[in-house]
């Protein structure tokens, strides 16, 4: 079996970021497909062998960019760079080990600490999809009765709680990513997450959502900022940009 070379440095930012995700996405499906791991032990082997293709390869086509990873030891040398690659080979570890389709690959690019590109794959879905920066979509307009996605483990008590002020049903599902995208798709109005994250968590799903006119902030309102020191970011709000202002109100009164 053959297949044509991309040259990598020929690339946009856009296309690469669409380009590795959707890769890393068939990687990490024939990962699971061969049957030979545990949930566990699955989730693991996937994290890895897509962590070490995305890093190769984002050092082999901008070699002069920055990169952070989830599954990467830090480099501080990225805070004086101010082209970052941040990604995430798989978000939603537990959801891809135990083979559930909302599990998520995070191909992000800040840019003087703005989330400027990125791509996520969605290969659990039928067929994969990757959502990507350069390629908006239309977002179907909301019911009458909004949706709220969260943790499907452990739901914030704050998105609970907000829930209840607005009246928004609650949609339990797993990765970040996933969460981001539903909204995308149509398949939720509002992703309020306030339980603890990383900027591999959100910055290509933000750059995303951005990208398709949505509202991404922290729950505060304050703007998403990547590429600092410490790269824990606990909270995040993806919604329509209508709901923005309810949402943040409902998060204040909260």
Not at 166 to 176: C, F, K, R, T, W
Request: glycine residues 8%; charged residues 25%.
């Amino acid at each position: 079996m053959t297949s044509s070379k991309v040259d990598a440095t020929q690339l946009n930012d856009a296309d690469l970021a669409a380009h590795l995700a959707h890769c890393a996405g068939q990687i990490l499906c024939n990962v699971r497909a061969s049957g030979l791991f545990s949930p566990k032990a699955l989730g693991k082997a996937g994290d890895q062998t897509a962590n070490q293709f995305l890093v190769h390869a984002l050092r082999e086509a901008r070699p002069d960019d920055g990169l952070l990873s989830e599954e990467e030891k830090d480099n501080s040398e990225r805070l004086n760079q101010s082209r970052v690659w941040i990604i995430d080979p798989v978000d939603g570890t537990r959801e891809y080990g135990e083979e559930r389709s909302d599990w998520a690959v995070h191909v992000g690019l800040s840019i003087n600490g703005v989330p400027a590109v990125g791509a996520v794959a969605l290969p659990g879905l039928d067929g994969g999809i990757v959502i990507r920066t350069d390629r908006s979509q239309a977002v179907p307009p909301p019911p009458a009765k909004l949706r709220m996605v969260v943790s499907r483990t452990r739901p914030a008590p704050e998105a609970v709680a907000v829930a209840e002020k607005i009246d928004a049903e609650l949609v339990p599902m797993g990765s970040a990513g996933a969460k981001a995208m539903a909204v995308i798709l149509g398949q939720a109005d509002i992703y309020l997450h306030s339980g603890g994250q990383y900027e591999w968590d959100s910055c290509a799903p933000a750059a995303v959502a951005l990208a398709h006119g949505l509202h991404a902030s922290r729950i505060d309102g304050a703007p998403l900022i990547y590429n600092q020191e410490d790269t824990y970011m606990p909270d995040l709000l993806i919604c329509r940009r209508e709901h923005a202002e309810k949402v943040l109100d409902a998060i204040r009164a909260a």
